[in-house]
C-alpha cells in the first residue's frame, strides 16, 4: 500500500505565501510522477502543477509564475511554494502520486491520492 499524506495549508492574507508538502510512504518501486490538484467548493477538481521524477514540470495557465513545484527523490516528497495567492485560489490542496510497485512477482502501477490540506485567502 502507498500512503500520502500532505501538509502546509493554512489562513493565509491575499498576497501571501505557503509551503505545501507532500510525503508518500509504503513499499513501491519508483515513484515516477508526482502533482498538486485543487478542487474549490462547488467546482471539478483541476490540476495545479506535477513534476516527473527526471524533474520536468508542467503547471496550469492560472499559475502564470506564481507557484513553484519541487521535489525531493531521496523521500519522495513534493512541495508546492506558493506565492502572490489569491482569494481564488481558496481551495483543498490534493496530492497525486503514480508510480510502481510489487506484487509478487509482478510490478503494478499505482496511484494515490492523499487526503487534501484547506489553503483559504481571505483578508
Known amino acids: 500500500q502507498v500512503q500520502v499524506v500532505e501538509s502546509g495549508g493554512a489562513l493565509v492574507q491575499p498576497g501571501g505565501s505557503l509551503r505545501l508538502s507532500c510525503t508518500a510512504s509504503?513499499?513501491?518501486?519508483?515513484?515516477?510522477?508526482m502533482g498538486w490538484h485543487r478542487q474549490a467548493p462547488g467546482k471539478e477538481r483541476e490540476l495545479v502543477a506535477t513534476i516527473i521524477s527526471g524533474g520536468s514540470t508542467k503547471y496550469a495557465d492560472f499559475v502564470n509564475g506564481r507557484f513553484t513545484i519541487s521535489r525531493d527523490n531521496t523521500d519522495s516528497t513534493v512541495y508546492l511554494q506558493m506565492n502572490g495567492l489569491k482569494p481564488e485560489d481558496t481551495a483543498v490542496y490534493y496530492c497525486n502520486v503514480e508510480g510502481n510497485r510489487w506484487v509478487g512477482d509482478v510490478v503494478h502501477d499505482f496511484n494515490s491520492w492523499g487526503q487534501g490540506t484547506q489553503v483559504t485567502v481571505s483578508s
Open positions: 509504503g513499499t513501491f518501486r519508483m515513484v515516477n510522477v
